[in-house]
């Protein structure tokens, strides 16, 4: 199985609400990373917090990581119809050869 | 810097073809990886590389065979293509040193088996 799973599966909001998605994961982790895919395209990283903290930002853009409770969440401010893409967390496991893993992914909507 | 440069871009094989997806980049990344997304599955992962030389299995590996001989090319090699492959496989790359940063794709490679 996956080292992450995200919900919502998917998404859809009107332009200028907030969208949030949460990851899970299963493992000790390094760092956890969000990544945005557009139309089946290559990945773009967006985003890296690492297991030490607890939160980031980054322009819209607001992470959150609970070691604890092994997961994360990623925060988008004012969504615009340019957000409406595939947004995936992926980790980093601690120890040994470090692997990166993703998660299934959030499909989010944003209408105009 | 051409970055993670992915060939082919389409493929189509018949059931028990071999083939090989090429996966090369000019960044002089030390972290290699080639990964499937198949609908609602997310990325998984295959077989990833630290480094020349070394490699490993990741979620994914059976069916799938790679190596590493040079830091610039990671190649994945399908033995005998089976329906259950067909898919999209990414390549990615990272400056590795022991944190993966931040992960590099290549435009990806669909490939279907008949």
């Known amino acids: 199985s996956q080292q992450g799973e995200e919900d919502p599966q998917a998404l859809s909001i009107q332009e200028g609400e907030n969208a949030t998605m949460n990851c899970s994961y299963k493992?000790?982790?390094?760092?956890l990373q969000w990544y945005r895919q557009n139309s089946g395209r290559g990945l773009v990283h967006l985003i890296l917090?690492?297991?030490?903290?607890r939160e980031k930002h980054s322009g819209r853009l607001r992470v959150t990581l609970d070691t604890s409770k092994k997961s994360s969440s990623l925060l988008i401010t004012a969504s615009r119809a340019a957000d409406t893409a595939s947004y995936f967390c992926?980790?980093?496991?601690?120890?040994?050869?470090?692997?990166?893993?993703f998660g299934t992914g959030t499909k989010l909507q944003v209408i105009p | 810097n051409a970055g993670v440069t992915q060939t082919p871009k389409f493929q189509v094989l018949k059931t028990g073809q071999s083939m090989t997806l090429q996966c090369a980049q000019d960044?002089?990344?030390?972290?290699m990886s080639w990964y499937r997304q198949d609908p609602g599955m997310g990325l998984r992962l295959i077989h990833y590389?630290?480094?020349?030389?070394?490699?490993d299995q990741g979620e994914v590996p059976n069916g799938y065979n790679v190596s590493r001989s040079t830091t610039e090319d990671f190649p994945l090699r399908l033995l005998s293509a089976a329906p259950s492959q067909t898919s999209v496989y990414f390549c990615?790359?990272?400056?590795?040193?022991?944190?993966?940063?931040?992960?590099?794709f290549g435009s990806g490679t669909q490939l279907s088996v008949l």
């Open positions: 590389s630290v480094g020349a030389g070394i490699t």
């Open positions: 493992t000790s982790i390094n760092n």
């Open positions: 992926a980790t980093v496991n601690s120890g040994g050869y470090q692997k990166v893993t």
């Open positions: 990615a790359s990272s400056p590795g040193g022991g944190n993966n940063e931040k992960l590099f």
């Open positions: 917090i690492r297991s030490n903290e």
């Open positions: 960044m002089n990344h030390e972290y």
